[in-house]
Each structure stands twice: as C-alpha cells, then as structure tokens.
C-alpha cells in the first residue's frame, strides 16, 4: 500500500472546509495546522481540540523543517499569504492555494518557475470551473454541440464586504471559469471600473476580452449591487448555454435542435437541461491535487492559474488607463496549450 501525502494546513480557521475536505480524503493525512494572522493563536486552539493527532504551530519553518511534509495547502487569500508559497516550493513542498495564485503575474511566474524547477506540483482553486454545471458545459464545447462559439456573457452581482476588491475576489472565479470553459487565452482586454463607497477600491469592473479566435468575452462584476446574480452565458451557432449557480438547475441549454417537452414550470420545449453529476467542487479539485502530487505526472494547473492572474493583472491595468478605450495587449503564455482543470 502506498504511503498517504502528508498535509500541513496554513490558515486563519482550524475546522476550515479546506481542512476538512482534505482530512476526509482516502489517501491524505492531515499533519500540521500552522495559524495565520489575526487570531492565530485562537486558531491553534480550535484546530487541536477537534483534531488532537494534528501538530500545531504559528511558525511555518517548522513546518517546512519537516520532511515528512509532502504538500502544503494555503488556506488564505492572496494578499496576506506572504512568501509562505514561495518558501514552501522552495523547500520541496507542493502546494495548493485558495483564490489567485498571486496578485501580480511577475509573482505567479515566480512560483511556476520554482515549481518546475524543483519539480513540485502547484495549483490554486477557484470554485467556478469545478462546478458540476462547469465541468458538463465544458464537455459539451469540447463535443462541439454548442456548434461555432460566438462569444462568452459572465455577470456576478451583489453587496460585497466593505473594502471587497471585486476584480480580485468574485472576478477570480469568472476569469478562471472563462479561461477553462474556452481553453484560450486573451490576446486584447479593455476595461473599466469605478468606486462607489470606498475610494481605494475597486467596486464595479465592466471588462471585454478578445480571443485570437475571434470569440470574445464580456464580464460584469459589481459588489454594491442588490440584485445578486451569478451567471455565464455561452451563446454559440446551435445552442446558447446559461450556467446559473444560482438556480435549482444550474445549466440551461436554449435552441436544441431536439425539442424536449415542457417541464412542470412549463419551461419552452426549446430548453433542456442536461443532467449533472453531483460532486463538491472543492473535493473535486483536492482530488485531482492529491492524484498529481501521488502521479508525478503534471505540474498540477501551475501555470494555468498564472495565466488568471495575467488575465486580472491586465484588467487592472486598463481600468487605471487614462485612456480606456485603448485595448491592452495581453501576451499569452505559449506552453498553455490549453487551459483546463484537471
């Protein structure tokens, strides 16, 4: 029998669900907890209540010391994670982050480097493209029974936290979702944004990305909007495509040219909602972390998450524009062929 990965856990909440998640997984061993920011202490405390096996600690050197450690995974956003990414690569962890893999793409790059050079797998999750809804919209473009894509509509809507940066918080996930679903990378984005409440943020981005395909991509994001919605149009030759998290059946196709009957909502007979795999996302994207560390076979999404952040970075940039309308111009990386979550 082969020997479990061993997993230390940097984050702000013991009993968090990554943890969990991660300790229910048939060939993990949860090993360390090791606190993070605010609260750390109050952290510690929790997490060796409910789980007295696991070691504590604030220090991450000596959780890197440990060479029984296999993986680390980084339960933290972007911006108050540090070099803990960094330092864990480079003593031959692999890792796994929640949210973007960094918050500039001379940062992702750095990571991916390291984790190719050492050879260890890195991956940061985004929720969206791991949805059951997702992965079977993704399946059906690949089929091609969308017929010729013609462009992308992605709307995320709703009151934000105070001081919530909408671009990097709730357009992460949407960045990542149209990124996988279209298996491409930008090569123009124009954007705007504006701050509402909070002048040093960013409240609402209305952002246009084009593909060399000629397909493109409009994103809306808006975190002072009452109106909460999450939704992703994929509209193509033969059938438009709506992904709705938000709705009791997440994914929507309009135009079939087989014509299903009206449902008890009394729904068109030209929509049909293709039947979905239950599966928690996060479970789904630990699995697959776990099955390439265990492999050795990939890099496990590295630079498929740098490229999201490439994509926000670039989206930023032409919302501080003083002339918006000028396009950026977005270089994709060459070695993604395509992007996809494995």
């Keep these: 029998m082969r020997a479990p990965v061993n997993v230390a856990i940097v984050g702000t909440a013991g009993a968090s669900e990554l943890a969990q998640v991660l300790a229910d997984l048939p060939h993990v061993r949860l090993r360390w907890f090791c606190g993070h920011g605010a609260g750390a ?44 990414p960094i330092e864990a690569l480079a003593a031959d962890k692999h890792v796994f982050v929640r949210g973007p893999l960094a918050t500039s793409l001379a940062a992702a790059d750095q990571l991916v480097a390291l984790a190719e050079a050492h050879d260890r797998r890195l991956r940061a999750y985004h929720a969206a493209p791991f949805s059951p809804g997702a992965r079977r919209l993704r399946s059906l473009i690949d089929s091609g029974s969308l017929g ?23 357009g992460a996930e949407v960045v990542a979702l149209v990124l996988d679903l279209l298996g491409d990378q930008p090569v123009e984005i124009t954007a705007r944004g504006e701050s509402h409440v909070h002048a040093d943020v960013l409240e609402t981005v209305v952002a246009d990305l084009r593909f060399a395909t000629g397909i493109s991509a409009q994103l809306h994001l808006s975190g002072v909007d009452r109106a909460t919605a999450s939704r992703t149009s994929v509209v193509g030759s033969d059938l438009t495509a709506i992904l709705d998290t938000s709705e009791r059946r997440e994914l929507a196709l309009f135009g079939s040219a087989t014509p299903a009957p009206a449902d008890e909502n009394g729904l068109g007979a030209t929509v049909t909602f293709p039947p979905l795999t239950a599966a928690d996302p996060l479970r789904t994207a630990c699995e697959g972390f776990v099955a ?38 977005f270089t994709p990386d060459p070695e993604v062929i395509q992007l996809r979550a494995n």
Excluded: K
């Excluded at 202490?41 to 220090?59: G, H, I, K, V």
């Excluded at 890197?64 to 956003?77: I, M, P």
């Design 148 to 170: 010729d894509l013609f462009y992308v509509r992605a709307v995320r809507a709703g009151v934000a936290a105070p001081g919530t940066h909408v671009l990097w918080h709730w």
């Design 41 to 84: 202490r109050e952290s510690l405390a929790r997490a060796a209540w409910q789980s007295p096996a696991l070691m504590t600690t604030t220090d991450l050197g000596r959780v890197l010391e440990d060479e029984d450690v296999d993986a680390v995974a980084f339960d933290t956003d972007p911006f108050t994670r540090g070099t803990g």
């Design 292 to 329: 390439a560390v265990r492999s050795r076979a990939n890099l496990g999404g590295a630079r498929e998450s740098a490229a999201v952040v490439g994509v926000l970075e670039a989206i930023q940039r032409s919302c501080a524009s003083l002339t918006p309308t000028e396009p950026v111009r």
